[in-house]
């Protein structure tokens, strides 16, 4: 018996692959984040055009029913950490993109095209990625903790 859990470990052990660290890949930039802040500040001077209507028309949504004809609804993201944060979302079908800035410990809202997409943003240290299906009002409450 002990023989076989010495083999089934030894299988374990080898049988995982380990990703070297010079993978470029999984490599961080350091001057991604010095980017990514420029990014942020430029997303948040063009978020303030137009943003009472925006309010507006997302209030709208999130108080009425959902309309199946409707093309679009709302999306609320609460940032519940203590950085600045752009949540990217990318329409699976269209390639429809949106960068959404969120202002640290704030929200932020925003009326978006319904469909299917992929979620993801980093979160001071940490990555957020999901795929959600997004066709009636959404309030997504991110984190680092």
């Keep these: 018996m002990k ?3 010495l083999l089934f470990s030894l299988l374990v052990l080898t049988a995982c692959e380990i990703i070297p660290s010079n993978n470029p890949i999984y490599r961080t930039n350091p001057s991604s984040s010095a980017n990514e ?10 978020d303030k055009v137009n943003k009472l209507n925006v309010n507006a028309e997302v209030v709208t949504y999130l108080l009425n029913d959902t ?3 409707d093309k679009s609804t709302a999306i609320v993201i ?5 950085c600045d944060l752009i949540l990217r979302l990318v329409e699976i079908r269209t390639n429809q993109i949106y960068n959404l800035p969120v202002p ?3 929200k932020n809202q925003f009326v978006i095209k319904k469909g299917n997409y992929t979620l993801k943003s980093n979160i001071c240290a940490a990555k957020y990625y999901s795929q959600k299906y997004i066709s009636e009002p959404l309030i997504l409450a991110l984190s680092n903790r």
Excluded: A, F, P, V
């Design 3 to 5: 023989n076989l859990i």
């Design 37 to 46: 802040k420029r990014e942020y500040d430029l997303l948040m001077e063009k």
């Design 67 to 69: 309309e199946t004809e």
């Design 78 to 82: 609460d940032n519940n950490s203590s």
């Design 104 to 106: 640290k410990n704030s």
